[in-house]
Structures are given as C-alpha cells and as structure tokens.
C-alpha cells in the first residue's frame, strides 16, 4: 500500500508540474510577443523616414513581422500616428490578447508601445 501511494504522489507532481509548465507558456507567450515587438519598435526610432507614410509603412511591417495579434483590416483601432509642433513623428500600438486557462484565470491583457522619431 506505501509503494501505491508513493507512486501516486510521484504521478500527482508530474502532472501539477506539466500543468504548471503548460499554464506558464500560455500566460506568458503574449508577454513575450510585447517584448519583442517592443524592442523592435525602439530599434525603428533610430532610423531616418522621409515622412509619415514611410514612418507608418514601417510599423506596420514590423507588427506584420513580429506577428502581433491584430486585425490589420481594422489597423486605425490599433495604429495610431502624428506629428507633434516640433515635427516629431509618433506612433501608438495597442492591442489587447484575453488568454483562458480551460476555463480557470481568465485573463485580459492590454499592450500600449509608443515609438516617436
């Protein structure tokens, strides 16, 4: 009967740890996804555009690259560009990822970048 329950609650840890594991890689890919759209876009800051469109033109290529989940039908919702008075290009991303567990922690997550030239 011990050798039973041993095994039992070696099976139990395996399973809480691959459900663990598994849990983690979900909730955590759509922080991975920020991040390196985030860096890429600081990357875009330190090129030289000839105007808003080649700005714009830009990132959206670099979301379409770094696969971000947005509808890029509906890309005036998640891309937002303008020139301030000094003449600095701006450019927001947002978009949002709702990740749900089977049903367990559902999750919202709203992402905003800024990136100016």
Do not use: C
């Not at 011990?2 to 395996?14: A, E, H, P, T």
């Not at 947005?70 to 927001?92: C, I, P, S, W």
């Amino acid at each position: 009967m011990k050798r039973y329950f041993d095994n039992l609650v070696f099976i139990l840890m395996i399973a809480g740890f691959v459900v663990g594991i598994h849990a983690g890689i979900k909730y955590g890919m759509p922080q991975y996804v920020h991040w390196v759209f985030n860096s890429n876009a600081k990357e875009l800051e330190r090129i030289t555009y000839n105007g808003m469109p080649q700005f714009k033109e830009k990132i959206v290529n670099r979301m379409k690259e770094d696969n971000l989940p947005v509808d890029f039908d509906k890309l005036d919702n998640h891309l937002k560009t303008y020139t301030d008075r000094q003449g600095v290009m701006h450019a927001e991303v947002t978009w949002s990822v709702h990740v749900d567990y089977y049903g367990f922690f559902p999750k919202d997550f709203h992402y905003r970048v800024e990136v100016s030239r």
